[in-house]
């Protein structure tokens, strides 16, 4: 169970307003996907995680933003719980990035997790071609192609294509679900399952979260309080956690906030820091810098002396004279982080109406692409 520590004045009407819209929302598959999730695809994917776990000594996992953050985020967290490695790659463009990656694999058995919604993204397509070339160099095109899984959209795209005509064990990105509301579809399952991760618990915390909301709910409280201090001049939230294994939690919840709300020239800039170790960085910041940010603690169940860190910054911060809001996590487990998952995605879903932005497009994304795909 998620707990916070603020109990706004909610306009309780507004809020229903807004969950209606979000219910209705073309982009809200989302939202009932944790108890609706297809048994069959849920089947299929704990099938292609045990074969990967099988024959491999690696799984590539390739995809950038909504098609990476999620799994990399619940993986690192948890810590991968089979002897199948995930690799990540092709969430740069970076060649050094891509020879380290080919690197880190270096002669192991390995298989390909491809993953892009559009299936026309950059990053992942040069990334797939270094690492489609490595597979058959090993086991030859027709063993490579049974090595491939491509988790894209059912019926178009470039991947989609090469997907159906080689043969290459295909997922389903939905239609009605957006890249970085994915996490808990099969674009994060796959890898997920395929590191150990128990994706049945995960999905239940998620449906635990999603029964829990109502205009009364806690995810609404958090959106609430963004709106509040969002519109009183706070124009960047800090997330802060206790835990370094979070990291890439942070930087999820970075683009599932950043992409959600950043447009019409409005948004909460979202940074994040990992404390004990960024008090000593950022820590005179946050205690004494300028008055513009709040900080949003995720209070993970903790060891008994990083606990007295999180109640020592509590209070020393909001002496400091910025708001710190809690939310505290019942259980650093599968169904923890399923929950949270769903906390966050229906808090920045509801917080985005309140600013007046749709939480579901994502343009300035396709503008750089646009701009790049010109250039080369
Ligand atoms: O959340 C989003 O929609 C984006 O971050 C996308 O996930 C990202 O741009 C990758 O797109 P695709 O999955 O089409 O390769």
């Known amino acids: ?66 098609s990476y953050l999620g799994h990399r985020a619940v993986i690192e967290a948890l810590g991968e719980k089979s002897s199948t490695k995930i690799v990540y790659a092709g969430n740069s463009l970076s060649r050094r ?63 989609h294509d090469e997907a159906v005509a080689n043969g290459y064990t295909r997922f389903v990105v939905p239609d009605n679900i957006g890249g970085r509301y994915s996490v808990l579809t099969a674009v994060g399952l796959l890898p997920l399952a395929a590191a150990g991760i128990n994706i049945d618990e995960l999905l239940a915390g998620a449906a635990e979260g999603s029964a829990q909301i109502s205009s009364d709910s806690v995810a609404v409280k958090y959106a609430w309080m963004r709106y509040v201090l969002g519109s ?48 000593h960085s950022l820590g005179q910041f946050m205690q004494d810098g300028r008055r513009n940010l709040w900080e949003t603690i995720i209070d993970f169940p903790t060891d008994e002396m990083n606990a007295k860190v999180v109640t020592a910054v509590r209070t020393a911060h909001a002496a400091g004279g910025i708001p710190v809001l809690n939310i505290g996590v019942s259980s650093y487990d599968e169904k923890g982080f399923g929950e949270l998952i769903y906390f966050f995605e229906m808090s920045c879903a509801i917080s985005a109406k309140l600013f007046g932005v749709n939480p579901f497009d994502q343009p300035g994304v396709e503008a750089y692409k646009t701009e790049l795909k010109k250039l080369i």
Do not use: H
């Open 1 to 66: 169970m998620i707990t916070v520590n603020f109990n706004p004045d909610i306009d309780k009407e507004r809020i229903e307003k807004i969950l209606m819209e979000i219910r209705a929302d073309a982009m809200g598959g989302w939202i009932d996907w944790p108890q609706n999730y297809n048994k069959e695809e849920l089947y299929r994917i704990k099938a292609a995680a045990a074969k990967v776990r099988e024959e491999s000594e690696c799984l590539v996992c390739i995809g950038i933003g909504g």
């Open 97 to 159: 990035e891509l020879g380290r990656a080919l690197n880190e694999l270096g002669d192991q058995d390995f298989s390909i997790n491809v993953i892009s919604k559009s299936g026309t993204t950059l990053e992942p397509a040069v990334a797939f071609e270094a690492f489609k070339k490595k597979l058959v160099e090993k086991y030859g095109e027709e063993e490579a192609k049974k090595r491939i899984y491509a988790t894209t959209d059912a019926n178009s795209g470039v991947l």
């Open 232 to 279: 009183r001049g706070y124009d960047t939230e800090v997330f802060a956690s206790f835990e370094p294994a979070t990291m890439y939690f942070n930087e999820w919840l970075k683009q599932l906030f950043g992409e959600s709300e950043g447009k019409n020239k409005q948004g909460i800039w979202p940074a994040s820091v990992i404390y004990s170790t960024d008090l």
